[in-house]
């Protein structure tokens, strides 16, 4: 099984996706999501133009030697961008192995491990009235676990909070449209939004939030604190984790549970807040952290810390991601939510998928591989276009953390 032939695959079915196809000798195809919100043109010339000319003639079964070949090979290693072309070749070959062995990508790394993938939804409004509406909605379509956020009193726009509320999408120009942001008025709300859950809906179902990387160590310790009588589920990246020693400080105020790392793309951006039990949800995914064989080894390394799997799931992964990534968490044994943002019909088409939800959890399916597939005749009816996300200012023009 030699790979022949691998294409680059852009597309904007309502969103940018970029995708790795590869191709072998006896006819086989694999898929990897090779997508970087903001950034996707760089990984798709990082894999045409210095990964492909590698893969062309090489055993398509020699899964970890490629990726080391890939990772050590470069020189250069780590970042957003190499990792995330790593991760489309790397999530390809796993599809392609399941697809040879004509068995879906979970029975090879080790079989079911549970009945299906939990996942949160996001609920969210403008203000309080609407968000906790939004709740009530996301319960009634079956979902066990809820994220939720909203407009804050004083604040135009804020993360989380999207005009179409099933569907969000915060790379919405070009060039980057510009948020305000108060820490104060912030701090303010939240312990008055989440009473508001709890009083309307009471402990069961689990609650969810994310503060998007905006708040200081000590700040997002006082923020922990004030949310615990509301039984968090999870506190999600309270604070920018290129430090991660600043999360002790988070750690001795707040027994609310710490979810973080979206943005990582190798086990040595959690090294230190997973070996010293700082954290209690990783959500590194498998496209922007090294693809299926490298985020198993970070989620092998978490499970001797007590940390469990949270992985990022936003309508910026493709159902690809997607489709790998319920593969894995079906799989291993500390599994804990998933996050689940739907996709468009236009996505859902250019993406024809294997997975499914029902009762609050997505099932991968059982078609051979990770299940997903694409549609190139109208993948191409969809043609790239630029889109960046957002900046941050604070109210008096200071440069904040979006
Ligand atoms: O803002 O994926 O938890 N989910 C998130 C996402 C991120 C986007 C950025 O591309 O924080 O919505
Ligand atoms: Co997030």
Redesign the pocket.
């Given at each position: 099984m030699k790979i022949a032939k691998a294409d680059v695959i852009v597309t904007c079915p309502g969103r940018n996706f970029v995708t790795l196809k590869l191709t072998t000798d006896d006819g086989l195809t694999g898929l990897g999501d090779a997508t970087l919100?903001g950034r996707e043109l760089a990984v798709a010339s990082y894999l045409g133009d210095h990964v492909v000319p590698c893969l062309i003639g090489r055993d398509a079964h020699r899964i970890d030697d490629t990726w080391h070949t890939l990772y050590r090979g470069a020189y250069w290693r780590r970042g957003p961008v190499t990792m995330t072309a790593i991760a489309a070749v790397d999530t390809a070959l796993w599809d392609l192995k399941a697809k040879a062995a004509g068995l879906p990508l979970y029975q090879l790394l080790g079989g079911r491990s549970r009945d299906g993938v939990t996942v949160y939804g996001h609920a969210n409004g403008a203000d309080m009235a609407e968000t906790l509406d939004e709740v009530q909605r996301f319960r009634d379509m079956g979902y066990k676990a809820i994220r939720v956020q909203s407009g804050i009193p004083g604040l135009a726009s804020t993360?989380?909070v999207s005009k179409d509320k099933l569907f969000?999408e915060?790379?919405d120009a070009a060039v980057p449209t510009e948020n305000l942001w108060s820490t104060e008025a912030y701090l303010d709300f939240m312990p008055k939004l989440l009473d508001a859950v709890r009083v309307r809906f009471g402990y069961d179902g689990h609650i969810l939030h994310?503060v998007?990387h905006r708040l200081t160590p000590i700040e997002a310790a006082r923020l922990g604190k004030s949310l615990e009588p509301y039984r968090l589920f999870w506190l999600?990246?309270p604070v920018p984790a290129e430090n991660q020693e600043a999360f002790r400080i988070l750690r001795q105020h707040t027994v609310t549970p710490i979810a973080i790392g979206?943005v990582f793309n190798t086990i040595w951006d959690a090294k230190t807040l997973i070996g010293e039990h700082l954290i209690d949800y990783i959500r590194a995914t498998v496209v922007h952290a090294g693809g299926i064989s490298h985020l198993r080894r970070i989620l092998d390394f978490a499970a001797l810390h007590h940390v469990r799997s949270g992985c990022?799931g936003?309508t910026?992964l493709s159902p690809v991601c997607l489709g790998a990534s319920l593969h894995l968490n079906l799989a291993i044994p500390n599994f804990g939510v998933h996050?689940y943002m739907r996709h468009t019909a236009e996505t859902d088409a250019v993406f024809p998928h294997a997975y499914s939800f029902r009762d609050g959890m997505l099932h991968p399916g059982e078609a051979p591989g990770h299940g997903v597939t694409l549609d190139e005749t109208a993948a191409a009816r969809f043609p790239y276009k630029p889109a960046s996300?957002p900046i941050n200012r604070l109210t008096d023009g200071t440069l904040w953390h979006w």
């Open positions: 919100n993360y989380g969000y915060p790379a994310d998007h999600e990246d979206e990022h936003a910026d996050e996300l």
